[in-house]
């Protein structure tokens, strides 16, 4: 099995034990909200264009309104079983779904109090470390300063080029997490004071 998969089992079991109304990191979408959203992706395509382009986000939030009113069980199907046989989205779900769910499952794990990061797992650290290449120079362009994302063993990325640099030191999946806008996220900090500051308190969505 990929990441993706091993992603999708995990957090299908963790909706089935919090249920439908656990807090996530989407706020205010509770977790009825997030498996809605995430069947939405997978199975309607029509409206899945309303997530990044403001002009159909009202078809959207209508469609995956609708998946969420579901009975529990039937949505947890439906996220269980991922994209149906004809979705564009199946032969492709390892490299389309790998980080999406991960970064869910975390925004179920990390809602709550007392939450901690998982351990490091090569396979994975890799696929996600593959992405943040790419992201973290999407996430971090708007930096009035340099932004360097270092993993413990030394490898790391220049997520947005300049001088004296604050660099960010985590775990790759504490990396993907920050770089994605999760704030809950260990991450070592270092550089100038005010550039610090910067980064923390910076926008980093898509």
Same mark, same amino acid.
């Given at each position: 099995?990929?990441?993706?998969?091993?992603?999708?089992?995990?957090?299908?079991?963790?909706?089935?034990? &919090?249920?439908?109304?656990? $807090?996530?990191?989407? *706020? =205010?979408? @509770?977790?009825?909200? !997030?498996?809605?959203? #995430?069947?939405?992706?997978?199975?309607?395509?029509?409206?899945?264009?309303?997530?990044?382009?403001?002009?159909?986000?009202?078809?959207?939030?209508?469609?995956?309104?609708?998946?969420?009113?579901?009975?529990?069980?039937?949505?947890?199907?439906?996220?269980?079983?991922?994209?149906?046989?004809?979705?564009?989205?199946?032969?492709?779900?390892?490299?389309?779904?790998?980080?999406?769910?991960?970064?869910?499952?975390?925004?179920?794990?990390?809602? &709550?109090?007392?939450?901690? $990061?998982?351990?490091? *797992? =090569?396979? @994975?650290?890799?696929? !996600?470390?593959?992405? #943040?290449?790419?992201?973290?120079?999407?996430?971090?362009?708007?930096?009035?300063?340099?932004?360097?994302?270092?993993?413990?063993?030394?490898?790391?990325?220049?997520?947005?080029?300049?001088?004296?640099?604050?660099?960010?030191?985590?775990?790759?999946?504490?990396?993907?997490?920050?770089?994605?806008?999760?704030?809950?996220?260990?991450?070592?900090?270092?550089?100038?004071?005010?550039?610090?500051?910067?980064?923390?308190?910076?926008?980093?969505?898509?």
């Amino acid at each position: 099995m990929g990441v993706a998969q091993d992603e999708r089992r995990l957090l299908t079991a963790l909706f089935a034990e &919090v249920g439908p109304d656990a $807090p996530t990191l989407c *706020d =205010p979408w @509770r977790t009825r909200d !997030l498996a809605a959203h #995430l069947v939405l992706r997978e199975r309607r395509p029509d409206a899945a264009a309303g997530i990044l382009l403001a002009p159909f986000a009202g078809h959207t939030a209508r469609v995956q309104a609708r998946y969420a009113a579901r009975p529990w069980d039937g949505l947890l199907d439906l996220v269980r079983t991922g994209p149906p046989i004809w979705s564009p989205l199946r032969p492709l779900d390892e490299p389309v779904n790998a980080v999406e769910y991960f970064v869910h499952h975390e925004d179920v794990r990390r809602a &709550v109090d007392g939450w901690r $990061p998982r351990s490091p *797992d =090569p396979v @994975r650290d890799e696929v !996600l470390w593959r992405s #943040l290449k790419r992201v973290g120079k999407l996430t971090y362009r708007n930096s009035p300063v340099g932004v360097v994302l270092r993993r413990p063993d030394g490898g790391a990325i220049t997520a947005k080029a300049g001088g004296d640099p604050v660099v960010l030191t985590g775990q790759v999946s504490e990396l993907l997490l920050h770089a994605f806008g999760r704030d809950r996220a260990e991450v070592e900090y270092d550089g100038p004071e005010a550039a610090v500051a910067a980064v923390r308190t910076l926008d980093r969505s898509m």
